[in-house]
């Protein structure tokens, strides 16, 4: 059984940070491309970053908006993705996905998201 289960949303100020996690489980996390997308009221969902694993390392991308911001990260031993938050904006208001995608795209998995909400 395929499982993607975000937590750590919730309601931070402006400027503030919060530490998204994906805890997975029935699929070949350290061969899949992880990623996080977010949805906010009224717009489509986007790519917020994503990581591969690599010989060398991860690597990683991230949407312009959140360059400098967001770290994503992620723990193959125990197949959790993360996503750290910082410097939180109005505009980061959304729920967040976790994404994985097996290699060449046979399984594309999205957890059911958890909600982030930055105001005053």
């Known amino acids: 059984q395929v499982r993607l289960v975000e937590s750590g949303g919730g309601l931070v100020q402006p400027g503030g940070s919060l530490r998204l996690s994906c805890a997975t489980s029935g699929f070949a996390f350290s061969s899949a491309v992880m990623s996080w997308y977010r949805q906010a009221p009224g717009k489509e969902r986007e790519l917020v970053a994503s990581t591969t694993s690599a010989g060398t390392g991860n690597i990683t991308n991230y949407a312009d908006s959140v360059k400098g911001r967001f770290t994503i990260s992620r723990d193959n031993a125990k197949n959790t993705l993360y996503l750290q938050m910082t410097n939180l904006k109005s505009e980061d208001t959304a729920v967040y996905y976790c994404?994985?995608?097996?290699?060449?795209?046979?399984?594309?998995?999205w957890g059911q998201g958890t909600q982030v909400t930055v105001s005053s």
């Open positions: 994404n994985g995608r097996t290699p060449f795209g046979w399984y594309n998995y």
